[in-house]
């Protein structure tokens, strides 16, 4: 199973790959950036804290990106402090510590930490740490076992954002009511608006009595309120066009509706009316001036006649009742509906607008995933798991814990290899994880060939379907230390479900040791900016450690 490949044009690309990866480091080394790492102490006892220091001196315009997260195995990071930097001309100095710890006794190594500068990637060096015991003194004898204490654990924060969300739509709710829906007291001017006009006319009379017109003698506007009393009542109640009409076009349409049967008035109120509005239009056209007790006459000549044009209008029927009420609802109806419509149209132009900053900050494709669900986006904001699978163990970083699964094995293999797999998904999924140990017996002195195991690895990705795969190969090196062989790039798979082609990308990281072969097979969608996050995330975390730890 185990024997090498007999492609020449196989190695001359592997011998192509191997020319341009010394180029690429050979050209570090001109390169501006320099990376240097140190520990303040190279022994420690257990629990007590090292501080180990990055330093990188680098182009001003170069970006640069220190480790994060649980780099530091089998040393623990307790805290991670700000950078410190230094301006020298067109460099920066930058300066990143870490505080580490370990509670087991022992010499450990730091392993190399992954800087990456710009577009290339540096490697601290590796640093040995001496963890000593702490020395008992038995003399002073010895203390019980303290008591086991719970702890609370400390929940997430996601009700602070549901109080947040709560209280901001609250705020909005109450506005709406408060400008909108809230049943405002009336003003005056509209409570007026209300009386029918028989009231309205009365009110408006008793508001003459109380202005100051007669007092400074000014009759033309004392004249001019009080013929308006009276042809805004007849306005309303007899002729439609009475504010408008002229004196004697108003006096020819009250005698042409009493003779027509339509207002009782006798001739004797249609003369009183003519005679107070003509001495009116004198006053205001033709500055005459006749006495205040006149003019305070007029005013109870004109409260005697609205009683008598009341008196003389018919009675309205129920039909016109019934009109008149249904209008008033339809009034009302219409009032709710622009209330409506005024409620819905703030709402959404609150919700676009949130929506549009949102999208200017954060991107609009973000703010849509978030809304609506992205499936890669809720495995990214997950809660991760940090594991340890197989033996010698593979750490790694994942959004779901991989499963134990046993792949099958011909039997006539059983004899000569053993193998633990892992799995989160499958290859037909959108997204999926596996990590495999295999442990060959009886090699002698055969090695194992991880090129072409590689190559087995992408024909079982044929057999499950998988196809139009491009294959791509480089060197990898974990943030610890360990080399392997990376094997990239895309292929299309159908779903089995919706008969669908997907366009997706995988990544097989293979690592030999003696007679054990340790792989990792991630698939994601293309073109997906969520997934594209996970594998970098998993990339960084992959960590191998060695069988005695």
Do not use: C
């Not at 409620?343 to 609150?350: D, K, P």
């Not at 698939?523 to 594998?535: G, H, W």
């Not at 995330?537 to 005695?548: D, G, M, Q, T, Y």
Request: glycine fraction near 4%; charged fraction near 30%.
């Amino acid at each position: 199973m185990i024997n090498e490949l007999p492609f020449m044009n196989f190695k001359i690309k592997l011998a192509r790959t191997l020319v341009l990866s010394l180029f690429f480091i050979l050209f570090s080394f001109f390169s501006f950036a320099q990376v240097s790492s140190t520990i303040d102490s190279t022994s420690i006892k257990i629990g007590e804290q090292i501080t180990y220091h990055i330093q990188v001196e680098a182009d001003t315009t170069d970006l640069v990106v220190f480790p994060e997260g649980q780099t530091f195995l089998p040393l623990e990071m307790i805290e991670s402090y700000d950078i410190d930097t230094l301006k020298n001309k067109d460099k920066f100095s930058l300066i990143k510590k870490y505080g580490l710890t370990q509670f087991d006794s022992g010499g450990y190594t730091i392993p190399r930490q992954k800087i990456i500068i710009g577009d290339k990637t540096f490697f601290t060096d590796s640093l040995k740490v001496e963890v000593n015991n702490v020395v008992v003194d038995t003399t002073k004898g010895l203390y019980d076992i303290k008591p086991i204490i719970a702890v609370n654990k400390k929940g997430s924060d996601w009700w602070k954002y549901v109080l947040l969300t709560l209280l901001v739509i609250g705020i909005i709710a109450f506005l709406l009511y408060w400008f909108i829906w809230r049943k405002k007291p009336l003003t005056e001017e509209e409570e007026i608006a209300l009386l029918p006009p028989y009231d309205r006319a009365k009110l408006a009379l008793k508001k003459l009595d109380e202005s100051p017109y007669l007092e400074n003698e000014n009759l033309k506007g004392y004249y001019s309120e009080l013929t308006f009393i009276i042809r805004k009542y007849l306005d309303e109640k007899v002729y439609d066009k009475a504010l408008e009409s002229t004196t004697d076009e108003l006096i020819t349409r009250l005698n042409l509706l009493k003779e027509g049967n339509q207002v009782d008035l006798s001739k004797e109120d249609i003369k009183n009316l003519e005679s107070i509005l003509k001495r009116a239009d004198l006053v205001k056209f033709a500055k005459s001036a006749p006495d205040v007790e006149l003019a305070k006459i007029d005013r109870d000549t004109i409260d005697v006649e609205i009683d008598h044009v009341k008196e003389a209008l018919p009675e309205p029927t129920e039909e016109e009742k019934l009109l008149d009420e249904a209008y008033r609802e339809e009034q009302e109806r219409k009032k709710k509906r622009r209330k409506v419509w005024l409620t819905i149209g703030i709402s959404v132009f609150l919700l676009l607008a949130t929506i549009t900053g949102f999208s200017v900050k954060y991107g609009f494709d973000f703010v849509k995933d978030t809304i609506i669900g992205h499936d890669s986006k809720e495995l990214l904001e997950g809660d991760w798991v940090t594991s340890e699978y197989g033996f010698p163990p593979i750490s790694i970083s994942t959004p779901k814990v991989l499963k134990r699964f046993e792949l099958p094995v011909p039997d006539e293999m059983k004899s000569q290899v053993s193998m633990s797999s892992f799995i989160y998904g499958s290859l037909l999924e959108s997204f999926s994880v596996m990590v495999n140990t295999s442990t060959y017996k009886n090699l002698g002195d055969n090695e194992i060939d991880i090129q072409q195991t590689s190559e087995g690895s992408i024909k079982a990705m044929e057999q499950q379907g998988a196809q139009d795969i491009v294959v791509l190969r480089d060197k990898f090196t974990t943030p610890n230390g360990a080399e392997g062989l990376k094997t990239y790039g895309t292929l299309k798979a159908k779903n089995p479900i919706t008969q669908t082609e997907q366009d997706g990308n995988y990544i097989l990281l293979q690592f030999a040791s003696e007679n054990i072969l340790q792989q990792i097979i991630i698939t994601s969608p293309r073109d997906d900016v969520y997934a594209e996050q996970i594998v970098e995330r998993i990339l960084n975390s992959v960590e191998l450690k060695p069988a005695e730890e």
